[in-house]
């Protein structure tokens, strides 16, 4: 079993800038990449962001050149640094451990509320 916490979730104006973080532990090993995806209120959960063991990352067109995504190995933790928010930023976000296949894992999800 692999255990994700999310934090850094918050209420930001829009313009702000906010810094999500994920912290894996368990059986870790294996892990292949790390990432975000988010859920708005109805609609689906979509990928934000990601980034590989080997440091290749990807990216959704809407947060392109602002957010960036970031892992360090050694701490088994995966960052997302979300900067020129938007209102249609808001979602649970939500961090991913995948292994390849069908085998991954999710955290529980932290708020970001993108409002004035």
């Known amino acids: 079993q692999v255990q994700l916490v999310e934090s850094g979730g918050d209420l930001v104006q829009p313009g702000g800038s906010l810094r999500l973080s994920c912290a894996a532990s368990g059986s870790i090993l294996g892990i292949y990449a790390m990432g975000w995806y988010r859920q708005a209120p109805g609609k689906q959960r979509e990928l934000v962001a990601g980034i590989t063991t080997s440091g290749s990352t990807n990216y959704a067109d809407s947060v392109k050149g602002r957010f960036t995504v970031s892992r360090d190995n050694a701490k088994n933790t995966v960052n997302l640094q979300m900067d020129v928010l938007k209102p249609e930023d808001t979602a649970v976000y939500y961090c991913?451990?995948?292994?390849?296949?069908?085998?991954?894992?999710w955290g529980r999800g932290t708020q970001v509320t993108v409002s004035s």
């Open positions: 991913n451990a995948y292994f390849g296949g069908t085998k991954n894992y």
